[in-house]
């Protein structure tokens, strides 16, 4: 075999997401797409706001001269000022255009921060429940992972935290509004955060950065405001992507926004602007950059979304099944009726509805469902999600 032995380890490990990818795409082809409900993935449905065709109108039938040269790594200095301005408006920090690397979405964010900061053998710690990939980014730049089970309400357990803190720890990734669970960290949860950082820094003369992956920080409901994790430690590195807020996946487009005040501020900018080239990006998308640009204030609609949460969420807790009410991002997180979340996502599975254990995040004993998808299958996943509570005789909720 001539793969890496890593990779080959990696592959064979998997991601659940991806296995129930592959698992549907079968049953779609066996029952045609209409009657196979996937709730699987998180590839929102929504297209992208009227505003970003505009703009893409506009600037092909414009066509400016060098649209699509090689530029500066860090990206087009007019949208690094536009996603400055729109970030210190939201924060209330005051980033300048330096303080922003533009990048292949939020994926290419994280990779480049961790390639910046560690050194083979450094520590990262991520919370359960977590977004898989960040263990295998961890790996590409030689770090190791350290989990942090959840407390209550699948919020970091803060005991468990400040004891998982040595001085190997270079990073703590946290990721708020949360992929799988939908929560969204608290101010005080935030501060408490800050606190055991900096007790720890000051502990082990280490500095320690707070990477914040906010890929769903703008699809959050009930009109709650975003509390940033900027103001309870300075060396926070923000990483996020209009993947989800502009319905952009594919297109690739991000930022990484360095808190100004994060000593050491300049060395840090200029890593990470050297390593966005030498991981082979080289920059963030020519043409994508241009657009978004203009666009750091529009966002899909949230109301299509928080209509689907609610719909999804009265549904579930009517037939009994144990949940919390999503805050932000399109996911939903309930305890699975048994105890072997894959023998019920494989149940599930048999009628049709496909879901993702929950311990591919890190949490057996639960599934994750992702509702970025269109009514229809929603409403034609409840069935088979209704005939698995009565079959485990969950307590219905009138
Ligand atoms: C928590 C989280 N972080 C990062 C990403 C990567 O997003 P992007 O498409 O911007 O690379 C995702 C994608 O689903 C995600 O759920």
């Known amino acids: 075999m001539s793969l890496s032995e890593v990779v080959q380890r990696s592959m064979a490990s998997g991601s659940w997401v991806r296995r129930m990818f592959d698992e549907g795409a079968a049953l779609k ?11 699987s993935l998180g590839n929102p449905i929504i297209e992208p706001p009227a505003e970003f065709q505009a703009e893409l109108v506009k600037v092909a039938s414009e066509n400016p001269p060098g649209i699509h040269r090689y530029m500066a790594n860090a990206g087009y200095a007019e949208t690094r000022a536009a996603v400055a301005r729109q970030l210190a408006l939201d924060t209330g920090v005051s980033f300048a255009p330096d303080d922003i690397v533009m990048t292949c979405g939020a994926a290419g964010a994280l990779n480049v921060v961790l390639k910046t900061l560690l ?31 959840a407390g209550e309400n699948f919020l970091p357990d803060l005991a468990a935290f ?24 608290s101010q005080q949860l935030l501060q408490d955060i800050g606190e055991i950082l900096r007790q720890k820094e000051a502990e082990y003369g280490t500095n320690i950065y707070l990477i ?27 990483v996020t992507s209009h993947s989800k807020d502009l319905a952009l996946p594919g297109e690739r487009i991000g930022y990484i926004a360095a808190h100004p005040d994060g000593n050491p501020h300049q060395e840090l900018m200029d890593g990470l602007i050297f390593c966005n080239r030498i991981l082979g990006f080289v920059n963030a998308p020519a043409l994508m950059q241009r657009l978004v640009q203009h666009l750091q ?15 999804l969420y009265r549904n579930l807790s009517s037939m009994g099944y144990n949940l919390i009410k999503p805050q932000g991002a399109f996911y939903m997180f309930p305890r ?8 019920f996502v494989k149940e599930l599975q048999a009628l049709r509805v ?36 009565e079959k485990y005789r969950l307590e219905p909720n009138p």
């Open 29 to 39: 082809k066996r029952y045609g797409d209409e009657n196979v409900f996937d709730l």
């Open 119 to 149: 050194n083979p053998g450094d520590e990262v710690i991520i919370f359960a429940p977590y977004f898989v990939e960040y263990i295998h980014y961890i790996k590409n730049h030689q770090g190791s992972h350290k989990i942090v089970p």
């Open 212 to 238: 914040s992956d906010e890929a769903y920080r703008k699809i959050i409901y009930d009109g709650l405001e975003f509390p940033s994790p900027l103001h309870h430690h300075p060396r926070t590195i923000v």
């Open 336 to 343: 699975t009726p048994i105890e072997d979340d894959i023998a």
């Open 354 to 389: 496909l879901t993702v254990p929950g311990r591919g995040f890190g949490m057996p004993g639960y599934c994750r469902i992702s509702y970025c998808v269109d009514d229809r299958t929603i409403e034609g996943a409840l069935t088979g999600l209704s005939a698995m509570a």
């Open 162 to 185: 400040k004891s998982a803190i040595n001085p190997k720890t270079k990073a703590v990734i946290i990721n708020s509004p949360n992929n799988p669970s939908g929560v969204v960290y």
């Open 297 to 311: 204030a529009t966002t899909v609609s949230i109301e299509w979304y928080q209509r689907k949460r609610d719909f």
